[in-house]
């Protein structure tokens, strides 16, 4: 029997009308969410704009592990630029690369990759 994944890897550059609205973080892990010192219950959330700036609520980082709110520009960089090697969208230095399950574009997030900390992102509204 063969396992195959749901997810499928983006091949392309995705277009930035894809990418620009709100965009909503499913359950962070929990682990990290006591690591950084956080309510269970926290709502994560990046707007992309048609411009290129972006804004994000409770955006998960490390080194110490936090909760933070940032502002600034966003790009999408092809996988030669980007740790992971894969299509990404960079924001204040953080890289979430792109991913597809159904057709819908998702966004994932490696907060820690050797505890298994991760977040991934689904588009809740289209700008």
């Known amino acids: ?22 965009w909503k973080c499913k359950k962070l892990p929990d682990g990290f969410l006591k690591s950084a010192g956080g309510p269970v219950l926290v709502e994560c959330s990046i707007q992309f704009n048609l ?8 955006l998960p980082e490390r080194d110490p592990y936090r909760l933070a709110d940032s502002i600034g520009k966003w790009d999408i960089l092809d996988p030669s630029k980007t740790p992971s090697g894969e299509w990404s969208v960079e924001i204040d230095g953080t ?3 792109f ?3 159904g057709g819908k574009l998702l966004l994932k997030q490696s907060i820690d990759v050797l505890a298994g900390y ?8 289209a700008e």
Not at 51 to 58: C, I, N, Y
Not at 118 to 125: G, K, Q
């Open 1 to 22: 029997m063969t396992l195959t994944s749901c997810e499928d890897s983006v091949t392309s550059k995705p277009a930035a009308t894809e990418l620009v609205g709100l």
């Open 51 to 58: 411009d290129g700036t972006f804004v994000a609520k409770s």
């Open 95 to 97: 890289f979430l690369r």
């Open 99 to 101: 991913a597809r399950r």
């Open 118 to 125: 991760r977040a991934e992102y689904e588009r809740e509204r």
